[in-house]
């Protein structure tokens, strides 16, 4: 019974000290990151450059507190009722994706008028950055991904390429294949896009078939990109099937591990990354020399991506993606 | 009910089940012949639509059976995808053999499908609802499991030379092996359906389940067979397709629900059961295929694919509508005096 009153006693005061360090050192910024799940495998890479930023912060004596969404069922309300959460938690900065403008601008702009700066990071884009005073923007932007990517093309000597949507209608989809076929058409080349109706989305079957069937019926294309890294395994074998592989060059946005072994086999040309962990670590980072220095990027918008990863570095993208980072 | 004729008058022939749906193929066969061009007809354009009828085939009997007996089992769409996920994880993820992912991933689909069929049986709620209960949830589970267990939600396999030549093997180089299945399929549940008694306990189940069971007829078992065989069905296509494109995705397979659901029906399955043949089933298989891979073979814009593909399926359908009522209103003169 002492025994364990002791070590009671021990505990209590220990968590008593503990706390009354963190209280101390709470001179610092007190950053709140609203986020995705950490179990999406996107977010979980987001995730991993906010926990390596955070070793920033507590230098500087500051917080980091990472406020997660539950679901992605109602991703505006929630994500606002986030921030609304660090509002009344006192952050003193809030770095937050703008998913859903139409429900989450209300929520940003109140914690600016409760005097808390704000940084848009992964969704949302300049424009809107600019729109709502924040700090600045930190992430992708669709087209221009998509213009990275029909440059590379282009400028690789690939003059007709098309690009698969299994999606077609979604925005941020359209927004891709338009800036690839505007990337290319500016190395002399055109781009076009073939949707799949939703009878084909998920059987890769379906897919493989349809990317065969399109490019025997036109032997001037020579490049096809896939809009998600699934599709690009369907494209593979839809390629090869044509008997074309080595003359059609493979490209996808976003990668797998798949995806990553072709690249390294040569039978894929390259992928287009956003690089998810530099959205996070950048995020926090410039929150914390914001807050604690005045310090802010002259950049606007800071952009993660594209981030094109191909035979030049897919060695050390290889080897970033078994450590979780890419 | 499926005794050949022995006059093969062609009026005999056109009262067939099957004959609305052989049509109905014929038509956007013919279709696409004019419009298609010469790889439409080519070998390597037969593949596109084979390939894709295969898989979606092998799913679709067994959902056809379980319509015929009245049931309907939409958890497939999340089962092919727990089928690849199941054999990937095992096999590539932990590299075990080839032969454990496989068996895994069958016992799986094999599991759900008696969960859903003693739902279904001990609590006479509709299986649209148990299955649709077990969609979710199995997509819950393999999501949360997947990310647990590999921190990601798309695994890559690399299978051994055995297991791509039965699985995942594409014959002179376009046709995938799964064509094989799928008629190895079609054969034995031809077999069950129209040559063993338990071909008569399903279309009664679906005529009438209460005079069935009070018949004799062991419903809740048979009931909870099909499930199971369903399941396993969806999850057989799920690890195939993830031998042959090397990985498998927690996301992939939703479409399944709907296309093996529209084959059936053009098939000439009823939707309220009781009615349909195995070999109606592979023709609209094969009739949905053909609408859907044909259209990349034409010069249409793709933009307006789906409009296509809904129009032919509904003359499709209509073709065979037509002619399943001449079958069902006619009856020969001869045989006049049969109730």
């Given at each position: 019974m002492t025994i364990k009153k002791t070590l009671m006693r021990l505990a209590m005061t220990t968590t008593a000290i503990a706390f009354g360090a963190t209280m101390a050192l709470a001179d610092g910024a007190v950053i709140a990151v609203v986020g995705g799940k950490a179990d999406d495998p996107f977010f979980a890479k987001v995730k991993k450059g906010i926990d390596d930023g955070t070793l920033v912060v507590q230098a500087h004596g500051g917080t980091v507190n990472y406020l997660m969404l539950q679901n992605y069922d109602n991703i505006g309300g929630d994500a606002a009722n986030l921030v609304r959460t660090a509002i009344s938690q006192g952050a003193s900065v809030i770095a937050v994706p703008n998913w859903v403008p139409d429900a989450q601008d209300e929520a940003i702009k109140a914690a600016q008028a409760a005097?808390?700066?704000?940084?848009?990071?992964?969704?949302?884009?300049?424009?809107?950055?600019?729109?709502?005073?924040?700090?600045?923007?930190?992430?992708?932007?669709?087209?221009?991904?998509?213009?990275?990517?029909?440059?590379?093309?282009?400028?690789?000597?690939?003059?007709?390429?098309?690009?698969?949507?299994?999606?077609?209608?979604?925005?941020?989809?359209?927004?891709?294949?338009?800036?690839?076929?505007?990337?290319?058409?500016?190395e002399g080349g055109v781009s076009t896009q073939l949707p799949l109706p939703a009878s084909a989305f998920g059987d890769p079957t379906a897919v493989a078939?349809?990317?065969?069937?399109?490019?025997?019926?036109?032997?001037?294309?020579?490049?096809?990109?896939?809009?998600?890294?699934?599709?690009?395994?369907?494209?593979?074998t839809g390629i090869d099937q044509a008997g074309l592989t080595g003359k059609v060059q493979l490209a996808s946005f976003d990668m797998d591990g798949t995806g990553?072994?072709?690249?390294?086999?040569?039978?894929?040309?390259?992928?287009?990354?956003?690089?998810?962990?530099?959205?996070?670590?950048?995020?926090?980072?410039?929150?914390?020399?914001?807050?604690?220095?005045?310090?802010?990027?002259?950049?606007?918008?800071v952009l993660t991506g594209p981030g094109i990863v191909d035979s030049a570095n897919i060695d050390a993208t290889l080897a970033g993606a078994g450590a979780g980072y890419r | 009910m499926t005794d050949p004729n022995p006059?093969?008058?062609?009026?005999?022939?056109?009262?067939?089940?099957?004959?609305?749906?052989?049509?109905?193929?014929?038509?956007?066969?013919?279709?696409?012949?004019?419009?298609?061009?010469?790889?439409?007809?080519?070998?390597?354009?037969?593949?596109?639509?084979?390939?894709?009828?295969?898989?979606?085939?092998?799913?679709?009997?067994?959902?056809g059976l379980l319509m015929i007996a009245g049931e309907l089992d939409i958890s497939i769409g999340s089962m092919v995808p727990a089928g690849s996920m199941t054999c990937a994880i095992i096999s590539g993820h932990f590299g075990l053999p080839i032969v454990v992912g496989i068996g895994a991933a069958l016992a799986l689909g094999a599991m759900v499908g008696l969960i859903n069929g003693l739902l279904v049986v001990k609590t006479a709620v509709p299986s649209f609802i148990v299955t649709l209960g077990t969609l979710f949830a199995v997509a819950g589970l393999l999501l949360g499991l997947a990310v647990i267990i590999t921190g990601t939600t798309s695994v890559k396999l690399q299978a051994g030379?055995?297991?791509?030549?039965?699985?995942?093997?594409?014959?002179g180089g376009v046709f995938q092996v799964t064509i094989f299945w799928w008629i190895a399929a079609a054969a034995f549940w031809a077999f069950v359906l129209h040559y063993s008694k338990y071909g008569n306990w399903i279309l009664a189940m679906g005529g009438d389940k209460v005079s069935a069971r009070n018949a004799g007829i062991p419903t809740d078992r048979v009931t909870i067979i099909l499930f199971m065989c369903s399941g396993m069905s969806a999850a057989f296509v799920g690890l195939s397709q993830a031998i042959l494109?090397?990985?498998?995705?927690?996301?992939?397979?939703?479409?399944?629900?709907?296309?093996?659901?529209?084959?059936?029906?053009?098939?000439?399955?009823?939707?309220?059961?009781?009615?349909?043949?195995?070999?109606?089933?592979?023709?609209?298989?094969?009739?949905?295929?053909?609408?859907?891979?044909?259209?990349?073979?034409?010069?249409?814009?793709?933009?307006?694919?789906?409009?296509?593909?809904?129009?032919?399926?509904?003359v499709a359908v209509l073709m065979n509508n037509t002619f399943r009522k001449m079958a069902l209103s006619y009856a020969p003169k001869k045989k006049g005096a049969k109730a």
């Open positions: 005097g808390i700066p704000v940084i848009l990071y992964n969704s949302g884009g300049a424009d809107k950055a600019k729109e709502l005073g924040a700090i600045n923007y930190i992430g992708n932007e669709e087209y221009t991904a998509g213009l990275a990517a029909g440059a590379y093309y282009g400028s690789h000597g690939f003059k007709n390429v098309i690009c698969v949507n299994t999606v077609p209608g979604a925005q941020n989809l359209e927004d891709r294949c338009k800036g690839v076929s505007d990337g290319i058409g500016k078939e349809a990317i065969k069937a399109t490019l025997l019926g036109d032997p001037s294309i020579n490049g096809a990109i896939t809009i998600s890294a699934g599709d690009a395994n369907s494209a593979a990553l072994d072709r690249i390294k086999a040569g039978t894929q040309l390259f992928a287009v990354d956003q690089q998810p962990w530099l959205q996070g670590f950048l995020a926090v980072t410039m929150a914390d020399a914001y807050v604690n220095y005045g310090l802010a990027i002259a950049s606007a918008p | 006059r093969m008058s062609l009026g005999a022939l056109l009262r067939r089940p099957e004959t609305g749906s052989f049509l109905g193929l014929a038509a956007v066969f013919v279709f696409f012949w004019i419009f298609g061009g010469s790889n439409f007809a080519s070998p390597n354009g037969a593949a596109s639509w084979l390939n894709v009828a295969a898989s979606l085939g092998i799913i679709a009997i067994p959902i030379p055995e297991a791509k030549l039965l699985l995942g093997h594409f014959i494109y090397n990985s498998a995705q927690v996301s992939a397979g939703q479409s399944y629900i709907f296309n093996a659901i529209i084959s059936v029906v053009v098939g000439g399955v009823l939707l309220t059961g009781g009615y349909g043949s195995i070999f109606g089933i592979v023709l609209g298989t094969l009739t949905f295929a053909i609408v859907n891979q044909g259209i990349y073979y034409t010069g249409f814009d793709a933009n307006w694919a789906s409009l296509i593909i809904g129009i032919l399926l509904l």
